[in-house]
Antibody, heavy 118, light 110 residues
């Protein structure tokens, strides 16, 4: 059974870089599909951050472009999120997920809360 | 893109049917009509319940159905049950090759 698990610091200082990893088990990233990140600020809705194909082709939310980067490490079967120059507005639960060919995120990690605060 | 608009809340009694709308522009829905719906119980990750407008993943109850007319997608839940109380989100694949989520709808089962 495919499982995803987010990992990274739960607290990031303003202006610093938020970095998260998503470890995938039960499926080889290099076999296909897109792998992406979604976040949910407290009390608000879901926001797509971006996704990447196993080849490394990436797509990002235009509202975050310039600050966001998603990369894949097929040797470790994981993918990563980097968000630079964070502010309190980036405080959210961050989910990683697998995106299928119909634009549906069919498998999700449990989510990890990242708080931006000094 | 202007974003996908959903009602903030809907409610219904057990056994009733409810429909949640998701309105956007033609650009918001893109060329492929890849509209998905997610059920989100707080504290758990979202779960896809409809993909490609009207398709149910294996294991999802047939009480959930999706449709689309023009620039409005809809999720209908029939035979409401207490366990259906959750937040529901629509999602699309836009003509700009980006992914949009609607603002979410809180379903209350009375």
């Amino acid at each position: 059974q495919l499982q995803l698990q987010e990992a990274g610091p739960g607290l990031v200082k303003p202006s610093e870089t938020l970095s998260l990893n998503c470890s995938v088990s039960g499926y080889s990233i290099s076999s296909g599909y897109n792998w992406g990140w979604i976040r949910q600020p407290r009390g608000r809705g879901l926001e797509w951050i971006g996704h990447t194909y196993h080849s490394g082709t990436t797509y990002y939310n235009p509202s975050l472009k310039g600050r966001v980067s998603i990369s894949v490490d097929t040797s470790r079967n994981q993918f990563s999120l980097s968000l630079t120059s964070v502010t309190a507005a980036d405080t959210a639960v961050y989910y990683c997920g697998r995106r299928d060919g119909y634009n549906a995120f069919d498998f999700w990690g449990q989510g990890t809360l990242v708080t931006v605060s000094s | 893109q202007s974003g996908l608009t959903q009602p903030a809340s809907v409610s219904g009694s057990p056994g009733q049917s409810i429909t949640i709308s998701c309105t956007g522009t033609a650009s918001d829905f893109g060329t492929y009509n890849y509209v998905s719906w997610y059920q989100h119980h707080p504290g758990n990750p979202p779960k896809v319940i409809i993909f490609a407008v009207s398709n149910r993943p294996s294991g999802v109850s047939s009480r959930f159905s999706g449709s689309k007319s023009g620039n409005t997608a809809s999720l209908t839940i029939s035979g409401l049950q207490a366990e259906d109380e959750a937040d529901y989100y629509c999602s699309s694949f836009t003509s700009d090759i980006t992914v949009l989520f609607g603002g979410g709808t809180k379903l209350t089962v009375l």
